[in-house]
């Protein structure tokens, strides 16, 4: 077990650039969550996906915003158009769902965005 | 969506025991009690999880009130990297449809030596 991980760690582009994200979750993992945290602030919650399928989106996520996870395993994020107000630790997390009950989300080390 | 309220900051000696409290009245019947921790330029970390009985983990001890309208992070011994800001959540045992975790602002634990 190797954790989740997520690439790259830091990123600084400048307003109007687009950006992506990778992230690869627990290998064993079929849901994968996507959040954003600011400084000061806990992460909120951006999009989920059970395996390939996206089943919930934030209105935090804007149309600049897209996610995917093809073949249920690794997940991008791409922010089009980057805004300075975009800059903010991107956190991904997975998730089993047979561990039903016990199920706990284990998250990566982040993605740290400066837009200049 | 039910909402936790904990305090802003705590302090704590090192070696001492810390008790980190959390509000949770409108909790329901079937949501579970998580508690992460975020040290500094790294990601939440779990700590812990309960729904209605007391637990305990090499980490920490999670207590849970009779009512479940309130919980309390129960570090031991705490040491110096345990200073970090800590979040109690609520998650569904049975899905409304999300699975998101909603975060407060958590609590930020200084450990003096």
């Known amino acids: 077990d190797t954790g989740v991980s997520q690439d790259p760690r830091h990123k600084i582009t400048k307003r109007g650039q687009n950006v992506t994200f990778r992230c690869d979750p627990i290998s064993e993992h079929n849901r994968l969550y996507w959040y954003r945290q600011t400084l000061g602030q806990g992460p909120e919650f951006l999009t989920y996906f059970q395996n390939e399928a996206q089943l919930e989106k934030s209105r935090l996520l804007s149309d600049r915003f897209s996610a995917e996870r093809p073949k249920g395993s690794f997940s991008t994020l791409e922010i089009q158009r980057t805004e300075q107000g975009d800059s903010a630790m991107y956190l991904c997390?997975?998730?089993?769902?047979?561990?039903?009950?016990?199920?706990?989300?284990?998250f990566g080390p982040g993605t740290r965005l400066l837009v200049l | 969506d039910a909402k936790t309220t904990q305090p802003n900051s705590m302090e704590s000696n090192e070696e001492e025991p810390v008790h980190l409290p959390c509000n949770h009245s409108t909790i329901s019947g079937t949501d579970y009690i998580h508690w992460y921790r975020q040290l500094p330029s790294q990601g939440p970390e779990y700590v812990i999880h309960g729904l209605t009985s007391n637990v305990n983990n090499r980490m920490a001890s999670l207590a849970i009130a009779e009512d479940r309208k309130s919980s309390t992070l129960i570090l031991h011994r705490a040491t110096l990297r345990d200073a970090a800001v800590y979040y109690c959540?609520?998650?569904?045992?049975?899905?409304?449809?999300?699975?998101?975790?909603?975060f407060g602002t958590g609590t930020r634990l200084k450990v003096l030596a």
């Open positions: 959540i609520l998650r569904p045992l049975r899905t409304s449809g999300t699975y998101k975790y909603i």
């Open positions: 997390a997975s998730s089993s769902s047979q561990l039903r009950e016990q199920e706990t989300q284990y």
